[in-house]
């Protein structure tokens, strides 16, 4: 990992030690140092809102954060829910910290695809954040992309042409998922509700920037055309998304602490290890608002 322009975002005055903040890559990222979350005031919380609204991904490494106190720091941004669809195993006592396990007997569930968090939801969660208990060196990283930059990338034309159109989002591609894999629970097929509208291009509630918002896994259409007319454009839009230099690629070690913003990045879970390489985090979700 490349960290750079060092700068210091402010003083922890509870501590006396100094937080310290430095960029990943040119599109999105930032790696929060010498904090601990489990006990920040107020003025450190306020400085990590504004610095995760600037870099939509932040990365906090060397946390030792119980599930109670992870839960507590989620809350910072939004209310805590359980994952939408109850489908994985919690901590004991702790229904909204999701257990995501690798390990020999117990395959993960895949999530090696580009999306944003259960979007086909009627309020997609805003924010979740990741704590990795174990990993397996270089093994299982998890890829990010820039939404605002994405969006930004394209012509005025197809910007103005993406303005005001809804996408369909469904939640299938999350049920056929369910079969495959033994440590989520089997959906019913009836809990899969009809495809969502949602804009495909969405105003972020707290910066009140444009993001574009679809993605390969969840999105099947537009609202006002078939898929196999939307496929194109779709997949155009992810491309641009997805390239190279609008991606940071994170590099899990334990005691790292990630979180994300799904109302502007999409992740991809990398698939690169087997049934014997651990890999054991706890997730939790920051309830998000109806898409504008
Ligand atoms: C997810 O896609 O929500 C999980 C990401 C990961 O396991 O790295």
């Known amino acids: ?3 750079m322009d060092l700068e210091v975002i402010r003083d922890m005055s509870d501590n006396g030690k100094t937080m310290k903040l430095s960029r990943l890559c040119g599109a999105l990222g930032a790696e929060v140092r010498d904090v601990d979350l489990a006990r920040l005031d107020e003025a450190a919380s306020a400085a990590i809102r504004d610095a995760f609204h600037e870099h939509l991904v932040l990365v906090f490494p060397d946390q030792d954060l119980a599930a109670g106190a992870q839960v507590a720091f989620t809350e910072l941004f939004g209310p805590v829910e359980p994952h939408p ?3 994985r195993r919690t901590v004991d006592g702790h229904p909204a910290v999701l257990i995501i396990e690798n390990r020999k007997g117990r395959p993960g569930a895949r999530n090696d695809y580009w999306h944003s968090d259960i979007s086909h939801a009627e309020r997609p969660p805003a924010v979740s954040v990741l704590h990795a208990l174990k990993v397996t060196d270089g093994r299982g990283d998890t890829m990010f992309c820039n939404m605002y930059r994405a969006f930004d990338a394209l012509s005025d034309g197809l910007r103005e042409t993406l303005r005001g159109r809804r996408a369909l989002h469904s939640g299938m591609a999350t049920y056929t998922r369910s079969l495959e894999h033994n440590d989520a629970r089997t959906i019913d097929p009836g809990e899969v509700k009809p495809p969502r509208a949602h804009p495909v291009v969405r105003t972020h509630p ?5 993001a574009l918002f679809v993605n390969p896994h969840f999105t099947i259409g537009f609202e006002d055309m078939t898929e196999d007319e ?5 997949d155009t839009l992810h491309a641009v998304a997805t390239r190279p230099e609008n991606v940071y690629r994170h590099r899990w070690r334990a005691g790292d602490v990630v979180m ?6 999409m992740h991809y879970a990398v698939m690169d290890y087997t049934e014997d390489m651990v890999r054991l985090l706890h997730r939790t979700t ?3 608002d109806a898409p504008r």
Do not use: E, F, K, Q
Request: hydrophobic share 40%; with cysteine; proline share 8%.
């Open 1 to 3: 990992m490349i960290a």
């Open 85 to 87: 669809l109850r489908t």
């Open 206 to 210: 707290v910066t009140g920037r444009p």
């Open 230 to 234: 939307s496929r194109p454009l779709l």
């Open 260 to 265: 994300w913003d799904n109302r502007c990045t």
């Open 286 to 288: 920051a309830a998000g």
